[in-house]
C-alpha cells in the first residue's frame, strides 16, 4: 500500500526514545486485514493486559519499530507511540484531508492505493448497483459483521482479499456511504406481503 498525497504522513514523536538524533516514529495505515487481526478487536470492552497486547500489535503493524527497539522502550512512549497509532488507523481518510463526503457521493478516490495479489491497482472507488442475487443473499446473512462487509464488497465491487488489502482509513471513510447507498439501490425490491 502507498500513500497518495504526502501530507497524510503522520508521526508519533516519542519522549524518551530515539533513533538517528529523532524522536519521530512514522505511522503508517493499517489494513482491514491487519486491523481486524489485531488482538482482541472484536471485543467491546478490554482489559489493562488485552489492550497491551492490541497496542503492541498495533505498533509492530504500523512502524517499522524492531523488537528490540520495543524492548527499549519506556512506558510513555509505549504510551503515546500506542495512541497516536489509535487514532490515527480509526480516523476516515477523508477527515485526515479535509475532503467532506455527502450522502451522494459515490466514488471515492483512495487516499491510500494499493494492489492486489495479480497486481491489479486500486486507486478509486465506484459504487456498483446490487443484483437481486445480492439482496437475496443478504436477507440470508444474519450476522451484523458480515452483512456490513457483504455490502460493502458488493457496492464497492471487491473481493474479500482486495477488501483486505484496503487502508482501514479508506474504508472508514466509504463505510457510511456504503449501508445507505445498498438501501437506496436496492429500494425496488421492497418487501410485500402475499394476501389472498
Given at each position: 500500500m502507498k500513500e497518495s498525497k504526502s501530507e497524510t504522513k503522520r508521526t508519533s514523536t516519542l519522549p524518551f526514545f530515539g533513533r538517528g538524533g529523532?524522536?519521530?516514529?512514522?505511522?503508517?495505515?493499517?489494513?482491514?486485514?491487519?486491523?481486524?487481526?489485531?488482538?482482541?478487536?472484536?471485543?467491546?470492552?478490554?482489559?489493562?493486559?488485552?489492550?497491551?497486547?492490541?497496542?503492541k500489535a498495533a505498533i509492530f503493524e504500523c512502524t517499522d519499530i524492531s523488537i528490540e527497539e520495543f524492548g527499549n522502550f519506556r512506558a510513555p512512549d509505549f504510551n503515546q507511540l500506542g495512541s497516536?497509532?489509535?487514532v490515527f488507523i480509526n480516523t476516515p481518510s477523508n477527515l485526515l484531508t479535509?475532503?467532506?463526503?455527502?450522502?451522494?457521493?459515490?466514488?471515492?478516490?483512495?487516499?491510500?492505493?494499493?494492489?492486489?495479489?495479480?497486481?491489479?491497482e486500486f486507486t478509486r472507488i465506484r459504487f456498483q448497483v446490487p443484483t437481486v442475487g445480492h439482496c437475496e443473499k443478504l436477507a440470508g446473512i444474519l450476522?451484523?459483521?458480515?452483512?456490513?462487509?457483504?455490502?460493502?464488497?458488493?457496492?464497492?465491487?471487491?473481493?474479500?482479499?482486495?477488501?483486505?488489502?484496503?487502508?482501514?482509513?479508506?474504508?472508514?471513510?466509504?463505510?457510511?456511504?456504503?449501508?445507505?447507498?445498498?438501501?437506496?439501490?436496492?429500494?425496488?425490491?421492497?418487501?410485500?406481503?402475499?394476501k389472498r
Open positions: 529523532s524522536h519521530e516514529i512514522v505511522i503508517k495505515p493499517i489494513t482491514f486485514g491487519a486491523f481486524n487481526k489485531l488482538p482482541f478487536i472484536k471485543k467491546d470492552e478490554i482489559s489493562e493486559l488485552e489492550t497491551f497486547a492490541q497496542y497516536d497509532i489509535q479535509g475532503h467532506e463526503i455527502n450522502g451522494e457521493t459515490y466514488s471515492f478516490e483512495l487516499l491510500f492505493t494499493f494492489k492486489n495479489e495479480i497486481d491489479e450476522d451484523p459483521i458480515e452483512r456490513e462487509e457483504f455490502m460493502f464488497r458488493v457496492v464497492c465491487n471487491l473481493e474479500k482479499q482486495d477488501l483486505d488489502l484496503m487502508a482501514m482509513n479508506d474504508y472508514l471513510a466509504i463505510k457510511p456511504q456504503v449501508s445507505n447507498f445498498f438501501t437506496q439501490s436496492a429500494a425496488f425490491f421492497p418487501k410485500a406481503t402475499a
